[in-house]
C-alpha cells in the first residue's frame, strides 16, 4: 500500500512569492491534516480537511490556505510568503471511524524562504 | 489547552544499551491517546508505539517500551538494545479521544537521539 506522498520535496522562493505545496493520502483516507515543523519549535498544526470540507486551523494568519479535492489529495498555499515561514511542511492523512484514526505522516516539503 | 514538554533536546547512548526519553503532557481530559514518533534524517515521520490512556497496561513493541503514569501525567519511551538505526528525532504527542477533536495532535518540541557506535 503507498504511503502519503508530498512533493515538491524542496521548494524554494523569494520573500514576497507564493508557494503550493501537494499532498496525496493513502488510498482509502478522506482526511488530511497539514504542520509546519520549524526548527526547534516540533511541529505546529496547520490545516485539517476531510470530505472536501475545511474543518479546522491552527493559528496561522490568512495567507496560509488549502484545499481538498473530490480524490482527497490537497494542496497548501501560502501567500506573500516572509522568511519566517521557511521551515518543514509536514502532510499527514488518517481515516477517523468512530473517532479512531490515526496519523499517517508523508515525508514532507522543506520550503525556504529567501 | 493541552501541553507536550520533551525537556532532553538531545540525548546519547552507547549502541546496545538502554535508554530513556522523557515526556510530560497537560490535558484537563479523561480519555486521550499518547504516541512517540521518530523522525529520521530522511524526514519521514514514523509511529513508533501509542498508548490509550483508559489503559493502565504500558504498551510495548518489541524493543520499545513506555512507562506510562497517568497522575502524573508523565509517558517516557524507554529503547532496550539500542540500534545504529535508532537515531533519529523523537516527538512525543498528545491527541484527545473526543471524536470532534480527533483531527488535533500536538507535539513536544523533540528530542534527537545519538545512537554511539
Known amino acids: 500500500e503507498a504511503g502519503v506522498t508530498q512533493s515538491p520535496t524542496h521548494l524554494i522562493k523569494t520573500r514576497g512569492q507564493q508557494a503550493t505545496l501537494r499532498c496525496s493520502p493513502i488510498?482509502?483516507?478522506?482526511?488530511v491534516y497539514w504542520y509546519q515543523q520549524a526548527l526547534g519549535l516540533g511541529l505546529q498544526f496547520l490545516l485539517w480537511y476531510d470530505e472536501g470540507e475545511e474543518r479546522n486551523r491552527g493559528n496561522f494568519p490568512p495567507r496560509f490556505s488549502g484545499r481538498q479535492f473530490p480524490n482527497y489529495s490537497s494542496e497548501l498555499n501560502v501567500n506573500a510568503l516572509e522568511l519566517e515561514d521557511s521551515a518543514l511542511y509536514l502532510c499527514?492523512?488518517?481515516?477517523?471511524?468512530?473517532?479512531?484514526?490515526?496519523?499517517?505522516f508523508g515525508p514532507g516539503t522543506r520550503l525556504t524562504v529567501t | 489547552a493541552q501541553t507536550v514538554t520533551q525537556s532532553q533536546p538531545e540525548m546519547s547512548v552507547q549502541e546496545a544499551e538502554t535508554v530513556t526519553l522523557s515526556c510530560t503532557y497537560d490535558t484537563s481530559e479523561s480519555d486521550y491517546y499518547l504516541f512517540w514518533y521518530k523522525q529520521p534524517p530522511s524526514r519521514q515521520m514514523i509511529l513508533v508505539i501509542r498508548q490509550e490512556a483508559y489503559k493502565q497496561q504500558n504498551a510495548t513493541e518489541n524493543r520499545f517500551s513506555v512507562n506510562f503514569q497517568k497522575a502524573a501525567k508523565s509517558f517516557s519511551l524507554k529503547i532496550s538494545d539500542s540500534q545504529l538505526g535508532d537515531a533519529a528525532m523523537y516527538f512525543c504527542a498528545y491527541r484527545s479521544a473526543y471524536t470532534y477533536l480527533t483531527y488535533k495532535y500536538i507535539f513536544g518540541t523533540g528530542t534527537r537521539l545519538k545512537v554511539l557506535a
Open positions: 499527514a492523512s488518517s481515516l477517523v471511524v468512530a473517532g479512531v484514526g490515526e496519523q499517517y
Open positions: 488510498s482509502g483516507h478522506t482526511s
